[in-house]
């Protein structure tokens, strides 16, 4: 696969082609290697959690080899965002300041954003703090997962998906709180007073009903009485509609949106075809 299929006139433009893909979902060598990068960083952050711990059965003199993996990816990812912010300038939407203003604010940019930059000015300014807030760095690493909505094709189907399915979504999320609290409410009148430390309040019953409904079912806390016991059995079967409804307008709203865009991927193909 070629790194550029297209002539441009600037340098600007070759670095702007290197960090875009060449076609919507397409993967060019550069796209590609930032890929493998984000999987190696998420492996290197499980290893890193695990060498970290006292009683882990690994190596320790693993952990300086999977720190400076971690170093070269931040700086790999700052170099990448630096020359995708000068480059940027090649897309229409965001020439000028405004452009790149625009740029800035969008989720993604956000994302690629604190992917690198906590974790690299902590780096610099701060390279021997053990403060207890550094450790917190590493959870942002997961933004790096939203660089890969990039390059993809399967995250950004998902993302129109739900962005197509969003209001009955809600709609779904609406029914399930009000299922929720229904639940607590009834457990809490029932069986309040026979196990007050679980059910003491509508609160406490929260816990018991967000379990029960989802159908996870830990089995810490329960009902005692009969009538607790009929009005768990109602609640546990209400539970089954609750996991249901929003995986089926999740289900829907995907096989749309991957029906909508083959169509248009045929269609545009046929027009080549007839040029």
């Not at 990068?37 to 059965?57: I, K, Q, Y």
Request: proline share 5%.
């Amino acid at each position: 696969m070629p790194l550029i299929k297209r002539k441009h006139a600037t340098a600007k433009g070759y670095i702007h082609d290197w960090l875009e893909p060449d076609q919507p979902g397409g993967i060019n060598f550069f796209s590609g290697a930032i890929i493998l990068l984000v999987v190696v960083s998420l492996l290197s952050l499980a290893l890193e959690t695990e060498l970290l711990r006292p009683d882990s059965a690994l190596d320790v003199r693993l952990l300086p080899i999977v720190q400076a993996i971690n170093v070269a990816v931040v700086w790999i990812f700052a170099i990448e965002f630096a020359l995708r912010f000068w480059s940027e300038g090649e897309n229409p939407a965001h020439k000028g300041a405004l452009g790149r203003l625009r740029f800035m604010v969008q989720p993604i940019t956000i994302a690629d954003v604190l992917a690198f930059l906590p974790e690299l000015i902590a780096m610099i300014f701060f390279p021997d703090s053990t403060s207890a807030w550094f450790p917190a760095l590493r959870a942002l690493r997961l933004f790096r997962l939203f660089k890969l909505a990039r390059y993809v094709p399967a995250f950004a189907i998902v993302g129109a998906a739900v962005r197509r399915a969003w209001a009955p979504l809600m709609a779904a999320l609406c029914v399930a709180a009000a299922q929720l609290y229904i639940a607590a409410m009834m457990l809490y009148f029932i069986e309040g007073d026979t196990k007050p430390q679980a059910f003491g309040s509508i609160a406490r019953a929260m816990w018991w009903a967000v379990v029960t409904l989802t159908t996870v079912g830990y089995g810490d806390v329960f009902p005692e009485t009969m009538w607790g016991r009929v009005a768990a059995g109602l609640v546990a079967i209400a539970g089954v509609g609750i996991v249901a409804m929003p995986t089926g307008i999740l289900a829907s709203a995907f096989a749309e949106e991957f029906r909508e865009r083959h169509e248009r991927e045929q269609a545009a193909r046929e027009a080549e075809l007839k040029d």
